[in-house]
């Protein structure tokens, strides 16, 4: 029965993102122009300095990590952090509780249309440029299995992660500030912004207590790092983002538990 | 004179309502401000991550990185605190609210920008400017008179740019119906406006030069005080390149909202 509410909503999230093809178009040639800009500017850098690898980061996998970090931002990010608050703001809330499905569970499906269709429209494009520019530098075997896997569990991971914030959000009634709050420490400390390979010793260690990294930083290692991970070390990988995922899963419900009691809407 | 004494005391009685309006809510304002403080800081550190391992980008050391990051904040605070409101443009057009501004006796532009003061926007002043302030002090950079306020100057100019990059990219929505995409692609550009424009190949420094100008948001005016030798002439001309700009997207978003037709109810 679920799993039938479910695939309703995933196909009406899609025949939505359907809607918006050319906003798509747009987020692809956005994403190509990051492409150039961080191509650039990476040569640049290492252009100044002698040794090709720089913490076993070579040029290749340093750009091809941004580039696709940021792909992967564009079909990851659903901002469901926005879309709770906005609905929190109108009251909208009242009409999707009234759902017969739990409320989490009608956002994750909601928009899980809509991260499948990014990911097709933005992300394989991007992909295969990156591939044909760096000579078919990302092996392709294994860990591009692992990558999808682990890039599923990552957007859960990022999804608990807005769920709980989101949740934040009925107490503050700040929408803007506890937005954009979520999505610097999440690309930071996640590694979007730089490679977390490129992180002082001691801020790396701290930052692996973390599930972020979990969440970019795991799922690009497979395409960067593909053939060197032994197949114990990928489960490992895998495994530590399941258990984020669960941990994180359970203590939003619980915490949105506690929380639904504080909705209030002013007027209808 | 007599007219922009008149848009002046209007545009503070405006102004002084919304920020009134908006302390209403404290904790939000608070809030949106560490966000956006921790926004700036983010950067910072991912500038200082990324010196810890290389040494110098295209021959620029970290402090005039810094400079030119210092730079672009305060550059771009104009956009934030002053031009806010075009994020709300296609809302306005799309649901039909826009004819209000329609009625009023004055330019229609104006009293639409100014019905909005975003005060988190101030952070960003503050961490540019303590940004510029410790780079000028690291890298040994004269105070003088001609340099602070060929330091003003430059500001002031290279804040029209992107003010006027947004203006034409509100004003798209006048033309079509959903113009939030465009906004989002070109305001990712004002993350480019950091870099010395001499890292791109001879194409995009002429897009970023000519097309959309970020060249001119921080790398072409920082030259007149990180380096006084070889200033190129495109510098000179950026103030006047600047207001032609401004000029030209003004007039676009005015064509666009006498297009505008309402929506009938």
Redesign the interface.
């Known amino acids: 029965m679920r799993i039938k509410s479910w695939i309703a909503l995933t196909r009406v999230s899609i025949m939505d993102f359907m809607q918006f093809r050319l906003s798509a178009f747009v987020m692809l040639i956005g994403n190509i122009i990051y492409l150039i800009v961080i191509y650039n500017l990476w040569k640049a850098i290492y252009a100044s300095v002698d040794n090709a690898t720089i913490n076993g980061m070579s040029f290749n996998d340093t750009m091809i990590y941004l580039v696709l970090a940021s792909a992967q931002f564009t079909f990851m990010e659903a901002y469901l952090v926005w879309m709770m608050s906005r609905s929190i703001q109108s009251g909208k809330i009242v009409l999707d509780l009234l759902k017969p499905v739990p409320y989490s569970q009608y956002l994750l499906f909601g928009l899980e249309g809509g991260n499948i269709c990014a990911f097709v429209v933005t992300f394989i494009p991007t992909f295969i440029i990156v591939e044909i520019i760096t000579g078919g530098y990302i092996h392709i075997g294994i860990n591009i299995l692992f990558y999808l896997v682990a890039a599923t569990l990552g957007m859960l991971i990022n999804f608990a992660i807005d769920f709980f914030v989101g949740t934040i959000c009925l107490y503050t009634q700040s929408t803007w500030g506890i937005n954009i709050m979520k999505e610097v420490v999440v690309l930071f400390l996640s590694g979007a912004t730089v490679p977390l390979a490129f992180f002082p010793e001691t801020l790396r260690k701290i930052v692996m207590f973390f599930p972020f990294h979990a969440i970019y930083n795991t799922p690009l290692t497979f395409l960067t790092k593909g053939p060197e991970l032994s197949l114990a070390e990928s489960f490992i990988m895998v495994g530590e983002q399941a258990a984020w995922a669960i941990v994180l899963i359970i203590l939003g419900k619980i915490f949105w538990k506690l929380s639904e009691r504080v909705i209030t809407v002013n007027g209808g | 004179m007599k007219r922009l004494g008149f848009y002046i005391s209007i545009y503070r009685k405006i102004i002084i309502q919304d920020i009134k309006s908006k302390m209403s ?1 404290r ?2 304002f ?7 403080i ?2 700036d800081i ?1 950067e910072l ?2 500038f200082y ?2 010196f ?8 620029w050391s970290y402090h005039e990185m810094l400079f030119l990051y210092g730079f672009s904040l305060v550059a771009l605070t104009p956009l934030q605190c002053l031009f806010d409101n075009n994020w709300q443009l296609r809302h306005y057009v799309y649901e039909g609210d826009f004819i209000k501004y329609c009625f009023r006796p004055i330019n229609v532009f104006f009293y639409y920008i100014s019905e909005d003061f975003d005060t ?1 926007g101030m952070g960003q002043f503050f961490v540019g400017m303590g940004t510029i302030i410790y780079a000028w002090y690291k890298l040994k950079l004269p105070v003088t008179f001609v340099n602070i306020a060929a330091l003003i100057v430059a500001l002031v100019a290279a804040s029209l740019f992107m003010v006027a990059i947004m203006n034409i990219a509100a004003a798209s929505c006048f033309f079509l119906t ?1 113009s ?3 906004m ?2 070109m305001n ?2 004002r993350d ?1 406006a950091k ?1 010395p424009v001499t ?3 001879i194409f ?1 420094r002429i897009i970023f030069t000519f097309i959309i100008p970020i060249a001119f948001i921080a790398y072409f005016p920082s030259l007149v005080i990180l380096r006084p030798q070889e200033i190129p002439f495109l510098t000179w001309f950026s103030p006047v390149y600047g207001i032609i700009f401004f000029y030209i997207s003004y007039k676009i978003w005015m064509f666009g909202a006498s297009k505008y037709s309402g929506t009938g109810s």
Do not use: Q
């Open positions: 809510y904790s939000d608070i809030i949106s401000m560490i966000g956006m921790l926004t983010s550190a991912a991550i990324m810890l391992n290389f040494p110098s980008v295209c021959g988190k959903n939030g995409y465009i989002v692609t990712k550009f480019y870099y890292i791109f190949p995009f």
